[in-house]
DNA sequence: CTTTTATGTAAGTAACTGCTTACATAACCG
DNA sequence: CGGTTATGTAAGCAGTTACTTACATAAAAG
């Protein structure tokens, strides 16, 4: 691994433990392994580095990488919401980073968590006008009744509490919401 | 406004805005209009002034305070997740603070976290049992359902995208969730 | 009136932080 | 070989930060 990467998979470590302003430069340096002066001639500054660790750990990609599966009903939907969850998994760290700059949000992060649930909200109205047959405006609803809870579910279990629930626990309630939403005229 | 006061509004303030770490003590006191020898007079520290402010401003009390609605059925679900979602929103500022802290999670955020949640699923299983006729297990995935939901509701359109929905929006998607976790099998 | 209490001003300290400069070294490239 | 490139060490600087000490003052309490 070269320098420039071992920096950056460090800095993502450090800033995703300890937020941006709780993070120093020497931390990061040492946990990549390498000198101060290394990290700023790659980086420049503090403030570009947490800007490529973004970039670089962006849940965004994952998310896009998600295929749409095929058939209807509920069964899509549970299958979309579990692989939904674990990309969230996946980038649990990335996610850390993000909520932990809600406060003195600078106008780059706002647009990272904008284009997050954009990323979401687009997939997830795909999957719910082909798997479920809905007008456009039930559709989007219902997309975010479904978009809400997966992710306040994941903050709230895995974020929060810092711990990894079982699969049983995570399908349970993805199958719980799948057929909440699938159902009824909501 | 005893000075205490002062500094400990201020202090939420600050905190709410720019996290424990980018908030210093000079900050704070200037804003309360004291000298930062008071505010140490006061409070000994910085940790121990952010310990005060966590108490001082808790959602907790809030959502103590609700009343669980009568009757049955959907209805009461609508209720009680308006009455929610503007408690949420009263407390906006706690609320960024909490997330704010994520990382680095000190114990005893992670018990206000927690402490959080209980207090929200127990008034919820109140609601549940009571207005749907419900079993124990059905009730607890279906109250872990609308309490995700309604908190990454909350997190997704107010937090992050630092806006205040209009009403209409709130009312569309409570009623959506209630509707979809009120009916159906899930 | 005198003492206590609450607050202020001034000054400062020790540690830390982001970042820089100067110089060395070792590997790789033509 | 000679030069470029990537990295390291050492030192440090200027600014900031949490927190302290010493002393003044004015109001409240007894």
Redesign the pocket.
Known sequence: M???ERILEAAYSCFSRKGY?G?????ISQAA??????L???F????ELFREVLINYSIIPDIRAISVPEGSGEEVLIDIGLKLFFSLREKKEFLKILLSEVTGLTEEVEEVYSRFVETLEELLGRVFSSALSLSEGESRTKVKVFRSALFGFFISEEVFQGRELPYEDVIRFVKSLSAAVSGGRG
């Open positions: 070269t320098a420039r302003f993070t120093t430069t020497r931390e392994g390498v000198s101060e002066v290394t700023f001639r790659l420049g500054s503090k403030k």
